[in-house]
């Protein structure tokens, strides 16, 4: 079996975000792995990039205490930009053996962000991609 130790989930801070962690957290557990939960503040002005970094930062210290508290091991990684640059940024930055992410967000431009997203993933990445794909 190839090993996943260290797994970036892209999380869009919405309920998809669950439904993702679900599948991940499975996979985590059983391979002894990292999660390492990242999420791209995407904004158009400096409050508004203050506001979303600071919810972002508590949704993800939830998932994370969650996770910890279920014994898997996670990160949370914050960055700011279009996603799927800082995603492939991240990539490029540091090791990972997978990634993960959920095909849409919870509205329309969730959707159409995270679906260019993976697309844009799955034609530039050295790594699997594990996309999700939310129940409706």
Known sequence: MLEYREILVAI????????ILNH?????????????LLH???????????YLRQ????ILEGHRNKLQAEGIA???LI????PETEILNEIEE??????????HGHRLPGRIMFGSVSRTLREKIPIPLLLVKPEH
């Open 74 to 76: 996670a990160n949370i």
């Open 79 to 82: 960055r700011s930009g279009e």
């Open 55 to 58: 919810r972002s930062q508590t």
């Open 94 to 103: 540091r090791s990972y053996d997978l990634i993960a992410m959920a095909t």
């Open 12 to 19: 869009d801070c919405s309920e998809v975000d669950e439904i």
């Open 40 to 50: 791209v503040v995407h904004s158009h002005t400096l409050d508004q990039e203050r």
């Open 24 to 36: 991940v957290s499975v996979l985590a557990r059983k391979l002894d792995a990292t999660l390492h």
